[in-house]
């Protein structure tokens, strides 16, 4: 069974940073593509960021651009997300997918092309 769990959420300051981590338990998924979405209460889904299974291409909604990293360890089986300069608009639930799609990443896939995710984890920014 493969199970993605994500860690590092919590309680920041404005301004503050925070690194989250999304660890594949079940099987190697190096050869699929990683996203981050978030969900703030009382809002959609959002995309958030995404990188390809060889770290040669990574994308980013426009709101976090300049102030989230995505990368990749697939020695590891990990995923992470380094969050800078964080608002008060960051706060949401953060969740990793995983879908088996190759070439250069741009925005989202399609829904039903994630095949796993997380149950996701909080990030709570203070003003």
């Known amino acids: 069974q493969v199970r993605l769990v994500e860690s590092g959420g919590g309680l920041v300051q404005a301004g503050g940073s925070l690194r989250l981590s999304c660890v594949v338990f079940g099987r190697t998924l190096s050869t699929y593509r990683m996203d981050w979405f978030r969900q703030a209460p009382g809002k959609e889904r959002e995309f958030v960021a995404a990188i390809d299974w060889s770290s040669s291409t990574t994308d980013y909604a426009e709101a976090v651009k300049g102030r989230f990293t995505i990368s990749r360890d697939n020695g590891k089986n990990t995923v992470y997300l380094q969050m800078n300069s964080l608002k008060s608009e960051d706060t949401a639930i953060y969740s990793c997918?995983?879908?088996?799609?190759?070439?250069?990443?741009?925005?989202?896939?399609?829904?039903?092309?994630?095949?796993?995710w997380g149950r996701g984890i909080q990030v709570t920014v203070s003003s």
């Open positions: 997918e995983a879908g088996r799609k190759f070439g250069a990443v741009v925005g989202a896939m399609r829904s039903n092309e994630y095949e796993f």
